[in-house]
C-alpha cells in the first residue's frame, strides 16, 4: 500500500467513523452518484490538503460511471446546492456600504462567489482533473439547451477555465510524421472540416515537405491537442481545396511564397468559447516566417458553413426572387461535371456569396461563424473561389464556395479595431464589388437576414 | 519586421494618432513609469488579442526599469485607479436585491472584482509575464510593512496566483548532477536553510548515491525552481546534520532504512502563502519508496528557529526564572569543545527544547514557524536532538538544536485533523516528558508567549 | 551556398581540370554508374577529409538511381577493382616472413584488406551512410545466388557491420503507442511472424496493458529499428497464437506470471548474420524483470516453419510410411471444425512435430531454423501445441502446430554449451517421450533428413 | 538476483567445475590481475553470447584495480600470448599461394588479425566497455615510450578506435548553460589551451550571447566529450585572447561578422590519432551559417606553442645570430608594461615567428604542431600578433605571440592537396614578407632545425 493509499485508508476510517459515508453503511454497494455526492462532501469539510488530492480522484472516477441521467441530477446537486448564499450576499453588502474597505470588498467577492467554484479547484488539484473537468462541461453543454437552470454552473467553469488556459500556459508544437501515434490518432478524431479518413491520409497530410501541422497543447491535459491548424506552402494563393488535399504536387519549402491555414479544428468541447484560434493563427505566421523568411503571402482556405442554409431559408421567406435559376442549377448538380454551364453560373454564385458575407448579419456581426472568426481576428476577406470545394460535404454546406480571408500584418489592428467597434468588414474592392452586384442583381430591397 | 512586430507597429501608429501615447509627442524620452502607465491603459482600452502580448511585453519591460520609487509609485496607482467602482458595486447589489438571479450575481461578483486583477491576467499573456508578475509581487511584499495600505494589491496577486499555481500544475522533477547548470546555480542561490557555498558543495548535496533532490517547477516559469527539498538515505533516523553535510561516509541506496528530509528551501518569495511543502514532502515520499520500497522511516532533520529568540525574549520578561544556568553555559558556547558540559547540560537543553515546541503558541499555533509547518502537514514530533547543529547559524538560531518530524502514513490525517481542529500537537511521549520537566523546572506559572 | 559545398565545388572544379570527372566534358548527362565511379574514385585518391563526406553523399545518392543491371555493373566494379592486390600480398609476405616483426605483420594484414573495404568507410562517413550500405548489401544479398562470383564482396559488408553494429553500440527502447508514427509505420511494415494488417491491428499489439515491444536501435541509423520483439504477458504459458492475437480478454501486468515472446522480426535484410536477437531476449527479460518481479515464465510461442516442407519431402523420399493416414487428414484440414478429429490426431501431430524437431537435422544442428535459434541461445524446448495456430500461414507452415520454447536463466549456459559443442538438445521429458513416438510409429529406420 | 546475474552464476560454476577460475580454488582473493587474465581466457573460449557481456564487465571492473606495475603485466601478457600466430601465418599463406582465392585470402588476413582485437572486440560488447578500453589505451600510451615493444598493442587499439569512432557515429552538440553539470565539469577539467579555472570562469566562457561551444560526443561513450571548441563571435578578426577571455564588452550576435575559434581541446588522451577537430572546425562554421548567416570570417586565434623552444634551441646551436638582442629583451619581459619597447620590438618578434612557422621544417612539415594543425587542414597562416597572449603560460610557449589561421571555405582544398602533397604553406603575403625579414635579418645560411 502506497504512502497516499494510506492515508486515505485512515480518513476513510475516519469519515465511516463520523458518519460521513453514510450509505456505505448499509451494506449496499453504493451507487456512484451517492459517491460522488459523498466525496464532494468530504472535499469541501474534511481532509489535509494531501488526502484532497486522493479524494477528488474518487471523486472523479464516480463521475465516470454516471449515465447521462445521473450527470443531469449531479449538475443540479451543483446548480442548488453548491451555489452562493443570498443571505451572506446581503450581510456582506451590509457591511460593505458601512465601510467601502477592502476587507469588506473582498469579503462581498468572497459571498458572490458560488460554492462550486471552489469544489472545482480542489478537484482540479488531482494529476488529470484538468482533463477531466473539460470532459464535465462538455457533458453539461450537451444539455443545457434542455435545461437553462444549469447555465450558471457552465458559467462558473467558463471562469475558471479562462484562468487556467490562459494563453501564457499554452505550448505550441508541431505535429508531423515523428508525434507519438497517441497525439496522432487524436488529430484524425479531432479534425473537424476536412476529414481525416484513416492514417494513410493522415500521413498525406503531415509528411510531405509542403506542409506544416501546429498544435497548442496545456501541461494540465498532456497530450490533449486543444486545438491545431494545418498549413500548406504553395504558389500563389490557392482557389480549391481539392488541389491541397488530392494534389501529388508538392513543391519545395523554400520555393514557396504562401501559407495557407486550410484547416482549424478546435478539439475539446469542453473548452466552449475559450478563444485559442487567434493566437494560434499568428504564433503559427511567427514561426513560419522564421523558418521560412521569404513567405509573403498569409492566407486561409475557409469554408462558408452558412451559405447554403441562408441560401434556402431566405428564399423561402420569399427574398432573393432573381435567383431561382442559379440555385435550382447548383442544386441540380449538374455543373459538377459542365465546364461550360460552370462559366456562365460563376458571376451569380460569386455575387449570391459575396451578398451574403459581406450582407447577411446576425446581431451586427456577419452571419456566417467562419467569417465572424477570421474577421474579427483582423483578417481581409479576399477572394470568393467557386468550385472550391467539389466534396459532397463542400456542396451540402455552400454549394462548393470557399472563401480566402488574408492575414496582412500591417493591417490587422485597424481591420480588427474597425470590425469590433462598427461591424466594418476588410474587403478586397473584387469582393465588395461582386457583393453589390449580388445585391442589384437578386433582390429588391436590401435583404433582412 | 516579424510579424507580431508589425502588428504593433500599426497599433502605436493608431494609438499615436489617438493621442494614447501622449508623452511622446513632447519630444523627450518618456519615463519607465509613463511607459508602463500607458501600456497598462492600453491594455486596458485597446488592441486585439494578439498585439496585447506585445503591449504586456512592454508594459513588463518597462517594469524592470523602474527603481523603488517608481515601483511603489506604481503600486499606488494600481491601488487607486485599479480598484473596484464602489459606485458599480452598489448599483449591482441594488439589481441583485431585486431579482437575486444569476445574472445579478456574476454582476456583482464582477464589480467587486478590482480591475488590476484584470490587467494581471492580460499582462500573464505574454510569454515569461507569470515569472515577472511573481518577480512584480516580491518588490510589493518588500515595502508592505511600510505601506500596509497596498496591502489590497496584495490580496489580488495572491488570488490569482492561488489558480495559476495550483496544484495540478505543477512538475516534480529530480535535480542531480545531469540537471542543467542554469538550473542548479538557481539551487545555490535559493538553498535557504543550510547554505551551499560553491559548486563542489553543491555536488557533495547531490551526485553521491545516497542523496536525492526534487523540486516543483511550474510549466509558465520554466526552470524556475518553486521549492525544492534536499534528502539523504541513511541507516537510522540522525541525530545531527553535520553528519550529513560533513560526513564523507555513505550508504547504498538499497541498505537504507531512513529518507531524512533535511533541508526545504521556497524559492519565489513573489509565491508567498502559496503552499507547496506539504504536496512536495509527500509527492517525494511516493517516489522514493517507488525506487526503494524497503524505505522504514521519512523523517525531517529540521532546524527550531525561533528558540533562541525566544529563550531571551521570555527571560527579559522574567519567564523561566530556573534557566539562567543553562542558558549562560549556552550562551558562553564552552559546551561546543567540551564534552564533558555537554552531557549535564543535555537534559535542561532538550527540556527547554520540548517546552518551546509544545507550550510557546502563538494565536494557538506553535510559535516555532517550521513546527507549525510539519505539525500542520500532519508529522508527529519525535525526538529533539541536541547538539544537532554546531554550525554558526545553528547555535545562534537554536544554541545547535534540531528535530526530527515524523511523517507516518497512516496518522497523517489523523494528526492533521487533531492539530488544525484542536491545535493538539502530536508528539513521542518522551518528546511529552521532556516539555513537561522543563515546564516544572524553569518556570513558575505556565508560560504565557 | 553553403561552406561544404563550397568546398565541394572548389574541389569539383580541380577534379575537371585534373580530368577526373572525364564523361562530364563530353557534354552529355552523365549516368549514376558513370557518376557513382567517378565519385569512389575521388573519394579513393583525391580530397581532404571535410570535402570526402560531400562526395560521398554523391557517390550514394548516384547509386540510389542504379536499376539492377547498373548495381550488379557496380558490384562487379568493387569485386574486380577493389579487391586486394595479389602482387602486393606476395610482397608483404616476403617481408614479414624475413622478419617476422610487427610492422611487416600489419603491412600484411593491410594487404590482404581488399581496397573495397576502405571505399566503404569512407562512404560511411557521410550522414546517413551507414543505413544506405546496409541497402545496398541487401541489394547484393538479393543477387547473391545468380552471381557467387560477389561472395566475397559480402564478405567485406559482414566484416565491418559486425564492427560497426556491435552489441555496445545498440540501444534498447521500448515501443508503444506513444512512440512516432515513422517508427510504427516500420514496424508494420517490417513484422515477419504474424502479419499486422493496419493501425488498428497495431493498436491492439502495443496499447493494452499486457503488451510490451522493445526494438534495438543503433546511432547511425536513426529510427531504423534493427531487430524487435513482441511480448505478451499472460498467466500461464500459453498454447495458441489466437489466444493472444485476436482475444480482448487482457491482465493486470501485476497479475501475470508469464512473459511470452511471440513475435521477432529482424528488419534488416542487409545485416543478415550479424545476430540481434539472443541479446534482445536476454536484454528484455531483464528489463520485464525489473518492471515486474513477480514474473516466473520467460517463454516464446514459436512457429515452426519448417514442418510441413520436411513432412511433404520426407514422405516423397519414402520416410514416415505410417504417417498417410494423419497426414491426409492434416491436409484436408478436416479437423479445424471438427473437434473429436482433433482429439483423435492430436498425438500422432505432436509425434511428428517432436520427431521434425529433435531428430531432423542438417549439418548436425536441427533442421528448423526457429529451433536452431533459440535452442543456441540455450532455451529449452518445453511444449509442442496442436493446433497452436490456425491461421492460414500457420496450416501451410507447419499444419498449425507451434512450440513454447522455454529460457531459464539458471540453465540457458549449460544448455547453450551441450548444444553447441555437441547439438544436444535440450528438451522437457514430454516432448522427448512424443519424439520417441513419433519415431517408433512412423519410421521403420531412422530417419536421414 | 537478475537474469543475467543468475546466468553468470551458473557460468561460473561451469567454469569452476572446469578448473577455469584456477586461482579462486586456492582460497585466496584472486588478484585483479588474475581475474583480468582468468576473465580474458574464458571470454576467448567459453560462454554464450549473453554471459560474455558479464565476463567482460568482470574484466574491465578488475582492470580498474591494476596499479601500473599490473597494467604493464596485463599489457606484455596481451602482446605476447594475444598475438597473431606465425605458424597459421605461414600456413595461410601456403594456401593462398595456391589458390588466390577468396576463402584463402579471408583466412590470412584472419591469421594475420592479433587474437587480442578479437578480445578487445568481446570487451567492447558490455555497456560502458568503449569508454574502458580507450582509458586502457591512455594508459598504454603513457608507458610506450619506456616500452615500445607495446607499440603493435597500440596499434591493434587505434585500429579498432578508427572503426568504432567513424566520422558518421559522432554526434555534434552545442554546450552552454543550460547543459548538464556532469559534461560542464568535463569541459572545465579538458580545457587544454586557455584553462577555465572555476564554474564562474566556464559561465563567462558560455553563457554571454556571443559565445557558443561545441563538442562531439559518441554514442557508445555517453556523456564524455570527445573534442570541443569554444567561438567567439566578434566584430573584425581580434589580434589578443585577452579581449575575448577577460573583455567584459559582449557583441549581439547578429551584429558579428567573425566567429574565432580560440580553443579547441581533445578530451581522450587514448584516442590519440583519432583526429576529430578537422571534421569539428567544418561541421561547426556549418552550423553557425545556418544560424548566422551574416558571419564573413572563420579564423582562429591559436597559440604558436613550439616557437619560444625553438628560438632557445636554435639560438643554443648558433642559429639566429642577429636576433639576441630581441631575445633577451622577449626574455626580461619588459615589454610586457611598455609600450614604446614594445613598438620598437614588434617588427622583430613578428619576423623571427614568421620564419619560424614557415621555415622550421620537421620531416616535411611545419614544425610547430598548432600549424600543422590548421595548415594540414586547409586553413590559411593569415596574421601574427604581438603581443597576442600576455598570460605567463602565452609568454612561457611563444614570448606572447598568437596567430590567425583563415578557413575560407572557397580555397580550403586547394590549401589542403598543396599542402600534403607538396609541403606548401598558405599564408598572408604579410606574413611572407615578414619571414622573408626574418630570414634575411637574423640569419645568415637557412635555417636547418
Redesign the interface.
Known amino acids: 500500500m ?3 493509499q ?2 486515505l ?3 476513510e476510517a ?1 469519515a465511516r467513523q463520523n458518519g460521513v459515508f453514510v450509505s456505505r453503511q448499509s451494506g449496499r454497494e453504493e451507487s456512484g452518484l451517492a459517491r460522488l455526492e459523498s466525496a464532494c462532501d468530504t472535499l469541501m469539510h ?6 484532497r ?1 486522493l479524494i477528488a480522484r474518487q471523486a472523479l472516477s464516480a463521475y465516470r460511471t454516471l449515465d447521462t441521467e445521473q450527470q443531469r441530477a449531479f449538475f443540479h446537486l451543483l446548480a442548488d446546492q453548491y451555489a ?1 448564499d ?1 443571505a451572506a ?2 450581510a456582506a ?1 451590509a457591511r ?2 458601512e465601510t ?1 474597505d ?1 476587507t469588506a ?2 469579503a ?2 468572497s459571498a ?2 458560488p460554492r462550486r467554484q471552489s469544489l472545482f ?1 480542489r478537484l ?7 482533463y477531466e473537468l473539460v470532459q464535465m462541461r462538455s457533458d453539461l453543454l450537451a444539455m443545457l439547451k434542455d435545461h437553462p437552470e444549469l ?2 454552473l457552465d ?1 462558473d467553469f467558463a471562469h ?1 477555465f479562462a ?2 488556459f ?4 499554452l ?1 505550441l508544437e508541431a505535429i508531423d ?6 497525439v ?1 490518432e487524436k488529430v484524425i478524431r479531432y479534425e473537424a472540416v476536412h476529414a481525416i479518413h ?2 494513410n491520409d493522415l ?1 498525406q497530410r503531415l509528411d510531405p515537405g509542403d506542409r506544416r501541422c501546429y498544435a497548442f497543447f496545456h ?2 491535459t498532456g ?1 490533449e491537442p486543444l486545438i491545431f491548424v494545418e498549413v500548406a506552402l504553395c504558389r500563389g494563393i490557392p482557389d480549391n481545396i481539392q488541389s491541397i488535399l488530392e494534389s501529388d504536387e508538392h513543391v519545395a519549402p523554400e520555393d514557396a511564397d504562401t501559407a495557407v491555414f486550410y484547416s482549424i479544428s478546435n478539439c475539446q468541447a469542453g473548452l466552449k468559447g475559450i ?1 485559442f484560434g ?2 494560434l493563427i ?1 504564433q503559427v ?2 514561426e513560419l ?2 523558418e521560412l523568411p521569404q513567405l509573403e503571402n ?1 492566407v486561409t482556405l475557409s469554408p462558408v458553413p452558412g451559405l447554403r442554409k441562408w441560401l434556402d431559408q431566405t428564399r423561402s421567406e420569399g427574398g432573393l426572387p432573381g435567383s431561382s435559376d442559379v440555385l435550382e442549377r447548383l442544386e441540380a448538380e449538374d455543373w459538377l461535371d459542365d465546364k461550360a454551364s460552370r462559366s456562365k453560373m460563376a458571376s451569380d454564385v460569386t455575387a449570391l456569396a459575396a451578398h451574403y458575407l459581406l450582407d447577411a448579419r446576425r446581431r451586427g456581426a456577419p452571419a456566417d461563424p467562419v467569417a465572424r472568426f477570421h474577421l474579427g ?2 483578417a481581409r476577406l479576399h477572394r470568393i473561389n467557386w468550385p472550391g470545394d467539389t466534396s459532397a460535404k463542400g456542396r451540402q454546406q455552400s454549394h462548393g464556395v470557399m472563401v480566402n480571408y488574408l492575414y496582412e ?6 481591420n ?2 474597425a470590425f ?1 467597434r462598427e461591424g466594418t468588414i476588410a474587403c478586397s474592392s473584387e469582393v465588395r464589388r461582386a457583393a453589390k452586384q449580388g445585391q442589384q442583381r437578386f433582390t429588391r430591397s436590401r435583404d433582412k437576414a
Not at 409 to 414: H, L, S, V
Open positions: 502506497s504512502f497516499l494510506e492515508l485508508s485512515s480518513l475516519k474534511h481532509g489535509g490538503e494531501a488526502s488530492i452562493a443570498p450576499i446581503h453588502y460593505y456600504r467601502e477592502n470588498l473582498q462581498l467577492g458572490c462567489e479547484r482540479n488539484q488531482c494529476p488529470g482533473g484538468t447555465a450558471p458559467a475558471l484562468s487556467w490562459n494563453r501564457g500556459f505550448m510524421w515523428n508525434t507519438s501515434a497517441a496522432l484513416d492514417w500521413r501541461p494540465a497530450d478563444s487567434n493566437f499568428k505566421v511567427e516566417q522564421r498569409f481576428n483582423g500584418p500591417g493591417r490587422i489592428e485597424q480588427h479595431e469590433s
